[in-house]
């Protein structure tokens, strides 16, 4: 089993910064993909950014955010600037990779539990 544990997320003025943090713990193996998602009220979930080999990021947060992992810790960051507004969700981690389970690998994509990031004056 996978668990991921995220903090970082509060309220903060428009113009602000917040950095995210999801830890990956448990059985793993080897991670390929790490990402973020936000989900605002009434909206659907939405990619924000991912990095695997390379980085991936979502059209409305493109030269506002980073996103970075420590392969040794397991753990992947999201800085985010220049936060506005429409930035407001509850924003969760996702992992991919494989797991050792009864000697063998298994596949996992595992999901954080949410961390809500609110930007408002």
């Known amino acids: 089993q996978v668990q991921l544990v995220e903090s970082g997320g509060g309220l903060v003025q428009p113009g602000g910064s917040l950095r995210l943090s999801c830890a990956a713990s448990?059985?793993?193996?080897?991670?390929?993909?790490m990402g973020w998602y936000r989900q605002a009220p009434g909206k659907q979930r939405e990619l924000v950014a991912t990095?695997?080999?390379?980085?991936n990021y979502a059209d409305s947060v493109k030269g506002r955010f980073t996103i970075s992992r420590d392969n040794a810790k397991s753990t992947v960051f999201l800085q985010m600037n220049s936060l506005k507004p429409e930035d407001t969700a509850v924003y969760y981690c996702?992992?991919?990779?494989?797991?050792?389970?009864?000697?063998?690998?298994?596949?996992?994509?595992?999901w954080g539990q949410g961390t809500q990031v609110t930007v408002s004056s």
């Open positions: 996702n992992v991919g990779g494989q797991i050792v389970s009864y000697a063998t690998l298994r596949t996992f994509d595992s």
């Open positions: 448990g059985s793993i193996f080897s991670i390929n993909v």
């Open positions: 990095i695997d080999s390379s980085t």
